[in-house]
């Protein structure tokens, strides 16, 4: 979010493999829907492996390797190791999980170093900060499992470009999970979107990592953080100050609710806010939404913990807390909206997720 604001080819192998695999896929995809899937075992497993040992070498190989038009839950499994390449999963391929196959999230690794302002390689100008993104997610039923996803972007080192936004993670997508994952960047880590402004997009992510330091969580999508921890970071010269959240909230409905979760960070103490309002691209008539609520705050969150953004103040908005704890956290003042326990009952995570409930499959 402005504050100012390859494919490769398929790993050779015998082709007698690879046509029964591709058959065997079709034939799954024949018989699944979306929504449909309700064990994991009937989902279709691509694996990818950096030595050889699996079918594909990357993962965007992988994903690609997947027909259009598939709804079908297909797990693209990730052996241990750093890849570093872009991966975009198109809107036309629904149900692709991405899963580490290690012991630990932080075996696996997909990462790249694109910012806003880094020029394209054909020249047609900047990728800007949604094309800034590692992993880009646009097809609905996303999964992210086990893994890290990251953005390593310099930005010490590119002090004279314009747009430093570096974007690690970016969904436009609905019924996006992100189980047990590593989001890690600087500014703009975490971009929770949507396809458009008149589409929804729900997002539930739990047992996580989000790693940042300016509007790192940000979008318009109605999304719940749950049991996670939200690292704070200081910034390229070693300064501490950001933001956290920078919802973008249509006016009908629910942004960002951070529950059940801690936000924590080697950073100096009242040095961060819980958030800004993101009115994108000037629009008045968004009305951005952030609850903090039953969630773990350090020292690093100022006692004013929201503030204005770009003209538009937080207060015309939907910013709230409930029941936080730590030392970062405060009684209810007109710099700290507090929702009363009836406001509470309504902003659980089953009125975000409406309907829906995450499984892994």
């Known amino acids: 979010m402005?504050?100012?604001?390859?494919?490769?080819?398929?790993?050779?192998?015998?082709?007698?493999?690879?046509?029964?695999?591709?058959?065997?896929?079709?034939?799954?995809?024949?018989?699944?829907?979306f929504g449909t899937?309700?064990?994991?075992?009937?989902?279709t497993t691509l694996t990818v492996a950096k030595d050889g040992s699996g079918q594909y070498s990357t993962v965007q190989a992988a994903v690609d390797a997947i027909p259009a038009g598939n709804t079908?839950?297909?797990?693209?499994?990730?052996?241990?190791?750093t890849y570093r390449e872009l991966?975009?999963?198109?809107?036309?391929?629904?149900?692709?999980?991405?899963?580490?196959?290690g012991s630990s999230r932080n075996d696996t690794v997909i990462v790249y170093n694109n910012a806003s302002g880094t020029q394209k390689p054909d020249g047609s100008g900047t990728y800007g900060t949604s094309g800034s993104a590692t992993v880009a997610a646009e097809a609905n039923g996303f999964q992210a499992r086990n893994l890290t996803i990251s953005n390593d972007f310099d930005e010490g080192a590119h002090q004279n470009m314009s747009g430093l936004q570096a974007v690690a993670l970016r969904t436009a997508a609905d019924k996006v999970f992100l189980d047990s994952v590593i989001v890690t960047g600087d500014q703009d880590t975490l971009l929770l979107d949507t396809?458009?402004?008149?589409?929804?997009?729900r997002v539930h992510m739990k047992n996580s990592y989000v790693i940042g330091n300016v509007d790192f969580i940000f979008g318009r999508a109605t999304a719940v953080i749950d049991a996670s921890v939200i690292t704070l970071k200081k910034r390229w010269d070693g300064s501490s100050a950001g933001y956290i959240a920078a919802p973008s909230?249509?006016?009908?409905?629910?942004?960002?609710l951070i529950t059940r979760s801690t936000v924590n960070g080697d950073v100096s103490a009242s040095s961060f806010h819980l958030g800004?309002?993101?009115?994108?691209?000037?629009?008045?008539?968004?009305?951005?939404?952030?609850?903090?609520?039953?969630?773990?705050?350090?020292?690093?969150?100022?006692?004013?913990?929201?503030?204005?953004?770009?003209?538009?103040?937080w207060k015309d908005d939907r910013f709230a807390e409930y029941k936080n704890t730590g030392p970062g956290s405060g009684s209810a003042s007109s710099d700290r909206p507090q929702l009363s326990d009836s406001q509470a009952a309504e902003q659980e995570t089953a009125d975000w997720l409406a309907g829906w409930t995450p499984s892994a499959s």
């Open 87 to 101: 991966v975009k999963i198109p809107s036309t391929k629904q149900n692709v999980t991405l899963q580490g196959s």
């Open 72 to 81: 079908a839950r297909v797990v693209v499994s990730i052996k241990p190791g």
């Open 276 to 313: 800004r309002p993101w009115h994108a691209g000037g629009d008045a008539s968004l009305d951005p939404m952030a609850t903090f609520r039953d969630t773990t705050l350090s020292s690093a969150v100022r006692p004013a913990p929201w503030t204005d953004m770009s003209g538009f103040s």
């Open 195 to 201: 396809a458009s402004k008149a589409t929804l997009g």
């Open 2 to 33: 402005a504050a100012n604001r390859r494919r490769t080819s398929l790993r050779p192998g015998p082709r007698r493999a690879l046509t029964a695999g591709v058959a065997a896929f079709l034939s799954v995809a024949a018989l699944q829907t």
């Open 249 to 256: 909230t249509a006016a009908d409905r629910k942004g960002f």
């Open 37 to 43: 899937v309700s064990d994991a075992a009937a989902a």
